[in-house]
Nanobody, 123 residues
Framework: QAQLVESGGGSVQVGGSLRLSCAAS????????MGWYRQAPGKEREFVGA????????FYADFAKGRFTVSRDSAKNTLYLQMNNLKPEDTAVYYC????????????????WGQGTQVTVSS
């Protein structure tokens, strides 16, 4: 059974860094877009960034540009999210997604979602 498993979350102080990983298994994901979403307490889920098959460079939400970096190791079937200069507003559960139709999509409907990993940024 295909699945996505995130890891690398944790607690960090303001200005710190974390690298999240999303290990994909159960099928090849080379023909899938893969990306990251997050959901903070009391807020709607939002798109963070994605690795898209049609583009060489990752695609980011505006808030993620300059601080977050999405990368992908196709040989390991793993997606990464490097987060630098973290702020308290980055506190959220971060989710990995994968879909052959594209990430992001207007309806946020994807074939695969991970279980999420908690990131907490404290001042």
């Amino acid at each position: 059974q295909a699945q996505l498993v995130e890891s690398g979350g944790g607690s960090v102080q303001v200005g710190g860094s974390l690298r999240l990983s999303c290990a994909a298994s159960g099928r090849p994901f080379s023909n899938y877009d893969m990306g990251w979403y997050r959901q903070a307490p009391g807020k709607e889920r939002e798109f963070v960034g994605a690795s898209q098959r049609r583009n060489t460079d990752p695609f980011y939400a505006d808030f993620a540009k300059g601080r977050f970096t999405v990368s992908r190791d196709s040989a390991k079937n793993t997606l990464y999210l490097q987060m630098n200069n973290l702020k308290p507003e980055d506190t959220a559960v971060y989710y990995c997604v994968a879909d052959p139709r594209g990430v992001p999509s207007p309806r946020d409907e994807y074939d695969y979602w991970g279980q999420g990993t908690q990131v907490t940024v404290s001042s």
